[in-house]
């Protein structure tokens, strides 16, 4: 992050609206870049200390950015404080300066704790912390999380720790040995919150802040605010301050986000659906390859629909001309891939359908950025297939956004659409006079004489002319072709109603020489049974026969194993990859 890209106005509440927000390029989506007039006033006034102020001096912060402009008042006064924003807006610091100016000398066990999601985010806040407690050379930073060792994790402990960094699951476990001493903590942040309600640990975290002293300022960061998470801040914290930093992907705000789960082989019918339900304006399709935006853009012709194609195999000078038929508007819709479509700005697109899952989630904020511009607003709907589903989460969180699922449009809706844009049509033709008026004369004659040669009733002509505007076309869908869609959100409901069945049942207690184990992979990392079998059989040198009743979850698994396992072998089964995952094993209460 460049020191330009941190600098920001001092609202108490910081809601920098799309207007103070500019993209500078399209490849730079996630950062914040904040223009402003505002003169330049540093850290000074915060009640920073002089070390401090070196620290960050010597680390080239000029700066703070807006949230830690928003952040620091309240935080350095002990207060509580909910914080939605996105990595890269500065928000390690935004709460780790003010709470490293809070500790208290002297004291032996810890004064902060934070819980992250991710082993990764974990050390890397850990870091943070230490870095900007150069200035405080005897201050101790520990990070603790599962697939490390524990037994230094507990020597460091003993010998005294300020700031303590970790995931829910490993702070937990050193929390019930007694081995992390919570007592003394001042303060508790919850970094990245939304992440680990996804991520199932939010037992876990209800569980610590019950276990936490009653005079304590709670401070917990967000991308999203999912209902769960408000009602977390409602229970634990007290008349918290708060604060939203908008990066300029949430000009994603005035972009309406919405997935349908279709599968492979209705994917092209569904498309049709949908342009016929939501297509108006300037529409782009994003496929994968370039085949695909052949076949996309063929049937679409086929159905009656203006298309142009914008691929790798299309030259420079008619891309050119392609995005000025666009612009123009004498084609409505463009099937292209990430790589033509880059840069692409037209004001006039309504919709951005991903016709196929983006590569990833940088992608999709480019992709949907070519809608909602210029001040407009945009919609922009994601086709998944049902193993797709489970990427949404990444997108969600990438623009702050929710995505919200949508249902293939049935032909009622789809009907209902068609007479409504009629309705429009006819409205504003009967209300705006013709530019020509001696055409309009000629034409009112027109049908005086129709209706005197053939006896018709105004209302009569009325229809004959609205049927000729039409076309010879059926106006409407017939019933029965939709029956897929039906039956795909039954077969979906379903499959959903049994998983849940699944988890809902009582599990059986482990047999008399077992002992039940939690691995942190699931559904979500699409293991089986066979395969942690196959791993902890591997590693431990246990027959698979021994190994006894697995239950698989959405985020861990339980896994029942004799008695007695060696700690040797229990340690090197915590860092076992399975799934790509670490087991990060711990018994099961
Ligand atoms: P974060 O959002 O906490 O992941 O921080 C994003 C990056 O911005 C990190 O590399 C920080 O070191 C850096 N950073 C945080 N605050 C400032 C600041 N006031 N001036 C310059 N860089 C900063």
């Not at 490849?27 to 007039?37: A, C, G």
């Not at 007592?183 to 876990?204: H, K, P, Q, T, Y």
């Not at 027109?446 to 609205?466: F, K, M, N, P, V």
């Not at 059926?474 to 699944?502: S, V």
């Amino acid at each position: 992050m460049t020191e330009q890209q941190l600098r920001g106005e001092t609202p108490c509440v910081v809601d920098l609206s799309a207007s103070t927000l500019t993209a500078s390029s399209d490849t730079e989506l996630f950062t914040t870049t904040i223009e402003s007039s505002a003169p330049e006033s540093g850290f000074d006034g915060f009640g920073f200390s002089d070390a401090l102020l070196k620290t960050l001096a010597d680390k080239g912060y000029t700066d703070p950015s807006p949230i830690q402009k928003a952040a620091f008042p309240d935080l350095m006064l002990g207060r509580d404080l909910v914080g939605q924003a996105q990595t890269g807006t500065g928000k390690t610091a935004a709460f780790a300066l003010p709470l490293l100016e809070r500790l208290q000398s002297g004291q032996k066990t810890p004064q902060v704790l934070v819980l992250a999601p991710t082993r990764e985010l974990a050390m890397q806040v850990a870091d943070s912390f230490k870095a900007y407690a150069a200035g405080h050379p005897h201050l101790k930073v520990l990070a603790v999380y599962g697939g490390s060792d524990f037994r230094s994790q507990i020597s460091a402990l003993r010998r005294g720790v300020d700031v303590v960094v970790g995931t829910p699951g490993r702070v937990m476990d050193h929390m019930r040995q007694g081995t992390l001493d919570t007592s003394g903590l001042r303060s508790l942040v919850l970094d990245e919150a939304d992440e680990m309600l996804r991520m199932g640990f939010i037992d876990d975290v209800e569980w610590i802040l019950g276990q936490l002293p009653e005079e304590r300022q709670v401070v917990l960061f967000s991308a999203t605010m999912p209902s769960e998470i408000r009602r977390l801040s409602k229970r634990y914290l007290k008349d918290p301050a708060e604060v939203t930093i908008r990066t300029k992907d949430q000009e994603g705000r005035r972009i309406r986000q919405r997935s349908i789960t279709v599968p492979m082989p209705h994917k092209l019918e569904a498309l049709q659906r949908v342009l016929d339900a939501c297509g108006g304006e300037g529409v782009i399709i994003f496929a994968r390859t370039k085949a695909i935006t052949l076949t996309v853009a063929e049937t679409l012709e086929a159905g009656g629909h203006q298309v142009a194609v914008l691929n790798g195999d299309v030259p420079q000078n008619q891309r050119e001309r392609t995005v000025e038929r666009l612009r123009g508007g004498s084609v409505d819709i463009l099937v292209a891939t990430d790589v033509a479509a880059r840069g692409l700005d037209v004001d006039r697109i309504g919709l951005v359908i991903n016709y196929d899952m983006p590569f990833d989630s940088e992608a999709y904020v480019h992709r949907i950025g070519r809608t909602g511009r210029a001040g407009r607003t945009g919609e922009a709907v994601l086709f998944v297939t049902p193993r797709e589903r489970r990427f949404i989460n990444n997108l969600e969180r990438a623009t702050g956004q929710p995505i919200e699922p949508m249902e293939v449009p049935g032909n009622t809706a789809i009907n209902q659409g068609r007479l409504d844009r009629l309705h429009k049509r006819l409205a504003d033709a009967a209300q705006q006079p013709r530019a020509n008026a001696d055409e309009e004369a000629l034409l009112k004659e027109l049908l005086q004489r129709i209706g005197t040669e053939l006896e018709l009733s105004s209302e009569q002509l009325a229809y004959a002319a609205l049927s000729l505007a039409i076309g010879s076309e059926p106006l409407l869908r017939q019933q029965g072709d939709d029956d897929w869609i039906h039956n795909t959100q039954r077969r979906d409901r379903d499959r959903g109603e049994r998983r849940e069945r699944r988890n809902d049942r009582p599990a059986r207690p482990p047999e008399d020489n077992m002992q039940r184990y939690r691995v942190e992979v699931g559904h979500r990392d699409r293991v089986k049974p066979g395969n942690l079998v196959g791993a902890i059989a591997g590693e431990t040198g246990l027959q698979g026969r021994l190994i006894g009743r697995i239950q698989i979850f959405d985020n861990h698994s339980l896994v029942d194993l004799p008695k007695g396992m060696p700690e040797d072998v229990f340690n090197n089964l915590r860092r076992l990859r399975v799934m790509n995952r670490e087991l990060q094993i711990t018994q099961a209460s």
